[in-house]
């Protein structure tokens, strides 16, 4: 798979997922709110990591810079 996220993308998501646990591990969400926001954060890492979004490539979107 060809890598479609840009910098920019990859650190909003990681910021987003670092607040969604530091919310959770102080307990301002808890219960079935929590588990899925964790697990969307858990998403955000996994597709930071790799700098690939599945959901980005049935419309077309790359937030990645053009190599020259």
């Known amino acids: 798979m060809k890598k479609n996220m840009g910098n920019a993308d990859r650190i909003i998501r990681l910021i987003i ?3 969604i646990v530091v919310l959770y591990a102080t307990n301002t969400i808890t219960g079935t709110l929590g588990i899925v ?12 990591l790799f700098h690939i979004c599945p959901l980005y490539f049935p419309f077309g979107i790359k937030t990645n810079k053009k190599p020259k």
């Open 37 to 48: 926001l964790l697990v969307l954060a858990g998403i955000f890492v996994f597709t930071s």
């Open 17 to 19: 997922a670092a607040i």
